[in-house]
């Protein structure tokens, strides 16, 4: 499918010496800094593709050691991207060597997208009998692909483009906007009491005007939360991608959707923000966490009628009352957390996971319940 990528993403290469990879080097360069976060960034273990492959620093330590101590805090993000770019504004890499110097990014278009779609829809139907009908609808299904971006839009912002050009399957996960339970349908019922009705057909008029000519009505949705990830805030393979943060703990129980209100007026989606936060940690070399790996909370929404029609004349006039209730039961429905504003791992831990608002099916403002009555007559 057609998909944008990025020309000029980091290429790894070798110190042909030792023959460490960069990404190794950045590898053990950031899992120290992780692991040693108060130690003096001299103590950092040289490794060898910084000190054979780079120029020399000329400030008495090593590259190693002047990478962790003035390119902070990104070699500790795992931030491959930046830290290489800094390598060149200190003179330590020749321009365009490792990633082009020129732009950014460079993008182009491409046949590296991919998607897959199963789906399997059960309908239930009911032909009106009795004064009763429905239409129920419910969709399992599951879309995966390694980029979600439409076509005729533009990638940017760091989200959007092919993740590696490289490695193009690198990023395949769960589609941005997969849902993988659906459930909707409609509802009439006319109430069998009354003239041309099962019961009590033969009432007199003004006892026809009380008990007859009754009708409810309900449209329900359910679905399932879409996909959405944990963001590492570093720019992995360049600068087009702010790539996902890595799962270090367990998907079930707390990182599972259990919208929760956190200290303070954050509304999060885990029970525990902090403790899902310690769950994940940045990439680490050129590895990354997998792609929308993480559930939004479900929706559902329930819209009920009633109505009543008053014969006024015979069966010429009627006056028809009728009254609706748009999310009748006043039920919120909270939005996905923003990967971009909220899911990533420079935010305070106990705002990880908070929820930016709530949603309606058309995407409206009018989130609570709404009312309305109409009086019509009908001639």
């Known amino acids: 499918m057609l998909a944008q990528a990025d020309a000029e993403q980091l290429i790894d290469f070798p110190d042909k010496k030792s023959g460490q990879q960069l990404s190794q080097a950045m590898a053990a360069l950031t899992t120290w800094l992780r692991a040693n976060p108060n130690a003096p960034a001299a103590n950092a273990p ?24 003035n390119m902070a805090p990104y070699p500790a993000r795992g931030d491959v991207a930046d830290s290489v770019d800094l390598m060149s504004y200190y003179g330590l890499l020749p321009d365009n060597v490792g990633m082009a110097a020129q732009f950014s990014e460079n993008t182009f278009f491409t046949d590296m997208g991919f998607s897959s779609y199963n789906g399997m829809l059960f309908t239930l139907h009911k032909n009106s009998s009795h004064g009763l009908q429905f239409d ?46 659906y459930l909707n349908g409609n509802v009439l019922y006319q109430l069998p009491f009354g003239r041309g009705r099962d019961y009590f057909a033969n009432l007199p008029f003004w006892a026809n005007e009380l008990a007859g000519g009754w009708e409810l ?64 940690t940045g990439p680490t070399g050129f590895e990354m966490g ?15 009628g009633l109505g009543k ?39 305070p831990p106990n705002e990880f996971g908070a929820i930016p608002g ?9 989130s609570a319940r709404v009312l309305q009555g109409s009086l019509r007559l009908e001639f």
Not at 249 to 273: D, E, M, Y
Not at 358 to 366: H, K, R, Y
Request: hydrophobic share 35%; proline share 6%.
């Open 46 to 69: 040289p490794q060898p593709f910084f000190e054979h492959v780079l120029y020399n620093n000329g400030t008495g330590i090593s590259n190693t050691a002047f990478i962790a101590e």
């Open 136 to 181: 129920l609808n419910y969709t399992v299904s599951h879309s995966i692909d390694n980029v979600s971006q439409r076509a005729y839009s533009f990638a940017y912002g760091g989200y959007g483009f092919i993740c590696d050009v490289l490695r193009p399957r690198l990023c395949r996960g769960n589609s941005d906007f997969d849902v993988t339970q």
């Open 217 to 280: 009505s309900s449209l329900p949705i359910y679905h399932t939360g879409t996909s959405y990830m944990a963001n590492s805030i570093a720019f992995l393979m360049s600068y087009s991608n702010e790539d996902p943060a890595i799962l270090i703990g367990s998907l079930s129980g707390i990182q599972k959707a259990h919208v929760s209100k956190a200290p303070g007026t954050t509304v999060s989606t885990f029970k525990n923000p902090v403790q899902a936060f310690s769950q994940w």
């Open 290 to 304: 997998s792609r929308n790996n993480l559930r939004g909370p479900g929706f559902f929404d329930l819209d009920l």
């Open 309 to 347: 029609t008053f014969p006024v004349y015979r069966e010429k006039v009627n006056l028809k009352f009728r009254v609706d209730a748009f999310n009748a039961f006043n039920h919120p429905n909270f939005a996905t957390p923003s990967f971009q504003n909220n899911m990533d791992l420079t935010s």
């Open 358 to 366: 709530t949603v309606t099916p058309t995407g409206s403002d009018l």
